[in-house]
């Protein structure tokens, strides 16, 4: 005998299993594809298919294709990520007055010495380096310029040389941390050696009163 009463049609029967977009907004989905990508580069490189990013997220390939159109959007997307990451830890670092000096030399210390070693992104550059990444994907370079440019916008009237505004200072200061990351500069990865280098070249180039290099 039928449990229905006979004014009662029984409803569509439910699936089971994950519900269209794993019951996650479309927000929640990438970041949910991307920590799968994650997973996948640092084990496999750059070698990771969307296949293999899709199987570990639990998601089909077409679910990655609506996010992502191919591998290496993908790969930008997880290497502004880390890039995120590492600019809010390194913020985070700064307490206690605002000094742009001091700011521009440890976080230019942090990029040569963590940043260079962060497992993902060395996953993620492979051949060319942080360098080809920043010039294959440009929302990486003006992240960071944005980054310094905001911290070099409140410095003091007269305290970067004349006629140096704070987006061209953003800039020169990139080009250091990238010939950082290129280990185009000697001993990038002793702090010791990366703050005398700042002090020596950088900060003399920014500032109109930089601090005397120790003896």
């Known amino acids: 005998m039928s449990t229905f009463s006979d004014d009662k049609k029984p409803g569509p029967t439910r699936r089971r299993g994950r519900p269209p977009g794993g019951g996650l907004s479309p927000a929640q989905a990438r970041e949910a594809l991307l920590d799968a990508a994650e997973r996948a580069v640092l084990e496999s490189g750059t070698a990771a298919t969307m296949e293999a990013i899709a199987r570990r997220s639990g998601y089909t390939r077409a679910v990655l294709y609506r996010h992502f159109a191919n591998r290496d959007e993908v790969v930008g997307a997880l290497a502004l990520r880390a890039t995120e990451r590492s600019v809010a830890e390194a913020t985070a670092r700064f307490v206690g007055p605002f000094d742009p000096q001091r700011v521009i030399t440890e976080s230019l210390v942090f990029v040569a010495t963590e940043v260079a070693r962060d497992p993902l992104l060395a996953r993620l550059t492979g051949e060319g380096g942080f360098a080809r990444l920043v010039t294959a994907h440009p929302e990486i370079a003006a ?32 080009s250091i941390a990238l010939a950082l990351l290129m280990g185009a500069v000697p001993d990038a990865g002793d702090p010791d050696a990366v703050r005398r280098y700042v002090r020596a070249f950088v900060l003399p180039a920014l500032f109109t009163d930089p601090p005397p290099l120790p003896g």
């Open 143 to 174: 992240l960071l310029t944005e980054s310094y440019e905001l911290g070099l916008a409140g410095c003091l009237p007269g305290s970067l040389r004349p006629g140096l505004g704070s987006a061209e200072a953003a800039g020169y200061v990139l």
